[in-house]
Each structure stands twice: as C-alpha cells, then as structure tokens.
C-alpha cells in the first residue's frame, strides 16, 4: 500500500509538471499577439471540470484569447478537456489545412464512407480508426445527449429515437467537428438556430392547415369521420 500511495503522488507530480508546461507554453503563444491579451469573455460556472482537464488557471479566458475572440466553450457540451484537445491536436493554424468541414470530418474519421454504385448506395459506415480528437468529441457528443432542451440535445435525441445512442453519439460529434471548423475558420460565434427546436410545432402546424383545407374542400361533417360533437367539445 505504501508503494502504491508513493507511486501515485508520483504520478500527481508528473500531471502537475505537464499542466504547467502546457500553460507556459500556450502563455507564450499568447505573447505573440499582444491584440489578444485584451480579449475577454464571459464566464461559465457551469462548466464542471474534470480530472482530464488541464489545471491552468482561468482556462476559459486562455482558450478565448488563444482562438482569437472565438469562444468555444460557448458550445453545449464542449469542455475544458474537449478544447485542451482540439488545441494540442491541431491548434488555430492546423484548421486552415482542410477546405471545407466535410474534410475536417472525414479527417477525423467521423464521416460517413459512402459506397456508391450505379448510382445506388451500398454502403455508408463510418470508417475505422480514431485520434485523440476524435475520442475528446464522441465523449462532448456523450454528454450532449444527457441535456435537456437545446439546439444540439435535440438532434441528438432524435438521431436516437431512429437509430439507436451510438448513431447519436457519432452523428453529434460529427455535428461538433463541423460547427468548430466554421467557428474558427470564418471566425462567428456560436449560434444555435433556435427555430430548430420548435420543428415538430411547425411540422404540426402544416398537417393542421392541409387538414382544414380537406375539410373545406370535401365538406366535411364530424360524423363523416366518425367525430360526434360531444366527443369534440370534450376534446
């Protein structure tokens, strides 16, 4: 036991060591552009941090000035350890390098490979193989699903009611590589379309309105289908 209690402050030691050499090392990028200094973002005190997140003081503000001014921890989901990834594995200059999201996607291995022949689909699995990015997103993706109520738990709720929680969880991570890449590269904020929420009300509304017009259109009575109207007032 006391080998074992020596190895782990070891361990704790090594950890801290590391912490303190990333946050020196991102501190000196930051240097380099003394515009970012001045950049400043809004706290999150919801934002739990975890074992696996670095211990760099004010991460949230250090992140905001490295990205210039784009605040990824805006993003539901997203977290200390997610953007600690996303800046080890390909930091601000690393995203120029794919054109397009769908080939920031397809790098990460979270884009489906579509076989097609003759026009017609074989197959569209996603292909094997991952990196450290990959893991950060699928474990943001994961706990998006655990939301309630916002633009990105939606989606993953309802990739989930159709395919099951791994289809979900690959699908949203996908939806995150795809919404950083346009973050960063054309340099907006996160802004989750709201409407998007409200889609089954909408959906709704039209089958109201192409309902009624039956109605009118056929003259329809509620005894014609099987309504009486007592059982309408009751509704």
């Known amino acids: ?24 090392f991102v501190k000196t990028e930051l240097r380099k552009y003394p515009e970012k200094q001045k950049l400043t973002t809004t706290e999150k005190p919801h934002k739990r941090i975890n074992k696996n997140a670095p211990d760099i003081k004010d991460f949230n503000q250090v992140a905001f000035k490295y990205f210039g001014g ?24 690393g995203f120029a390098k794919f054109k397009t999201s769908k080939e920031f996607s397809s790098w990460l291995r979270l884009a489906p490979n579509n076989k097609i022949s003759g026009g017609k689909l074989l197959s569209n699995r996603i292909p094997k193989g991952s990196n450290r990015l990959k893991i950060a997103l699928r474990h943001s993706a994961n706990a998006i699903g655990n939301l309630k ?42 802004n989750p379309p709201i409407e998007y929420l409200f889609l089954d009300q909408k959906r709704k509304q039209k089958v109201l309105q192409r309902i009624k017009k039956n109605i009118v259109k056929f ?13 309408i007032l009751n509704c």
Not at 1 to 24: G, V
Not at 70 to 93: K, N, P, Q, R
């Open 149 to 190: 109520d916002t633009h990105l738990s939606d989606f993953f709720k309802r990739v989930a009611y159709r395919k099951g929680r791994q289809a979900a969880v690959s699908a949203t991570a996908r939806k995150l590589a795809v919404i950083i890449w346009t973050m960063i590269t054309k340099s907006v904020q996160y």
């Open 219 to 231: 003259d329809l009575k509620p005894e014609d289908v099987g309504f009486n109207n007592s059982l």
């Open 70 to 93: 784009i605040d990824l921890m805006a993003i539901e989901g997203v977290s200390h350890a997610t953007v600690m990834a996303i800046m080890s594995e390909i930091g601000l200059e």
């Open 1 to 24: 036991m006391k080998q074992e209690y020596e190895c782990y402050n070891f361990y704790q030691e090594k950890i801290k060591e590391c912490d303190c050499n990333i946050e020196l």
